[in-house]
C-alpha cells in the first residue's frame, strides 16, 4: 500500500522552516527520503530503521515514531538549493514510493 | 561512490519501434536493480525489480512482453520497451540497490519520446 504524504506542496521563504509527513497504516520495516530535482533522478537522502529515530544531513532531519508508522522530514531555515520534489520510500514487503511533496523556496 | 549511469538520456523513436535502455551500477555490485517510469509531476511508479541472473518481478498491470528487462550482470541492465507507441512516452529512471536495506541510488533517467 502506498504511502501518505503531506502536505502536496508548500512554498516557503528562504530561513523558514517545514515538516513533510509520510505515514502508513501498517507498521514498517524502514523509511527512505528523497528528494528529486526538476528533470533530474531522486537523490537519497537518509533512511530510517528504527522506532523513535531521528537522524539529520545537514539542515534537514527526519524522525520516525515509535510505532514506525510515520515517518516525518523537517526543512530547518530552508535555502534555496532545497527546493524540490520530497518523496518518502516505505518497505513494507516491497518498496513504495509516496505522491510526493513539492517543496519551493524563494528569496 | 553509489553512482549510477542510465543510457541513452533521450530518445525519440518511431510509433512501432523497440528502444533500449541501459542502466550501469559504476562503482558498487548491484544486486538489485529497479525499474520506475514517471509521468510530469507524479510520482514514481515502480515497474520492475530485477536480480541478477533471475527473471525480473512485474508489478500488476506491467506488460513483461512489451517491457523486456534483462539483469545479465552484476552491474548491468536493460530494459527494452518493444513495439513502442506515443503512450510509452515517458521519463524511465533506473535504480540499483547494493542489497542493503534496500537504499536505492538512482540513474539520471531516460526521456523517452515516441511520435
Known amino acids: 500500500q502506498q504511502p501518505v504524504q503531506s502536505p502536496q506542496a508548500v512554498i516557503l521563504r528562504e530561513g523558514e522552516d517545514a515538516v513533510i509527513n509520510c505515514s502508513s497504516s501498517?507498521?514498517?520495516?524502514?523509511v527512505h527520503w528523497y528528494r528529486q530535482k526538476h528533470g533530474e533522478a531522486p537523490v537519497f537522502l537518509m533512511i530510517l530503521l528504527k522506532g523513535g529515530e531521528q537522524k539529520g544531513h545537514e539542515k534537514i532531519s527526519a524522525s520516525f515514531n515509535e510505532k514506525k508508522q510515520q515517518s516525518s522530514l523537517y526543512l530547518t531555515a530552508s535555502q534555496l538549493s532545497y527546493s524540490g520534489t520530497y518523496f518518502c520510500?516505505?518497505?513494507?514487503?516491497?518498496?513504495?514510493f509516496g505522491a510526493g511533496t513539492q517543496v519551493v523556496v524563494t528569496p | 561512490g553509489a553512482v549510477v549511469s542510465q543510457h541513452p538520456s533521450r530518445v525519440i523513436c518511431k510509433s512501432g519501434t523497440s528502444v533500449k535502455i541501459e542502466c550501469r551500477s559504476l562503482d558498487f555490485q548491484a544486486t538489485t536493480m529497479f525499474w520506475y517510469r514517471q509521468f510530469p509531476k507524479q510520482s514514481l511508479m515502480l515497474m520492475a525489480t530485477?536480480?541478477?541472473?533471475?527473471?525480473?518481478?512485474?508489478e500488476q498491470g506491467v506488460e513483461k512482453d512489451k517491457f523486456l528487462i534483462n539483469h545479465a550482470s552484476l552491474t548491468l541492465s536493460t530494459l527494452t520497451v518493444t513495439s513502442a507507441h506515443p503512450e510509452d512516452s515517458s521519463f524511465y529512471i533506473c535504480?540499483?540497490?547494493?542489497?542493503?536495506?534496500?537504499?536505492?541510488?538512482f540513474g539520471p533517467g531516460t526521456r523517452l519520446t515516441v511520435l
Open positions: 520510500g516505505t518497505e513494507e514487503g516491497k518498496f513504495q
Open positions: 535504480s540499483a540497490s547494493s542489497g542493503e536495506l534496500y537504499t536505492q541510488y
Open positions: 501498517k507498521a514498517l520495516y524502514s
Open positions: 530485477s536480480n541478477e541472473g533471475s527473471k525480473a518481478t512485474y
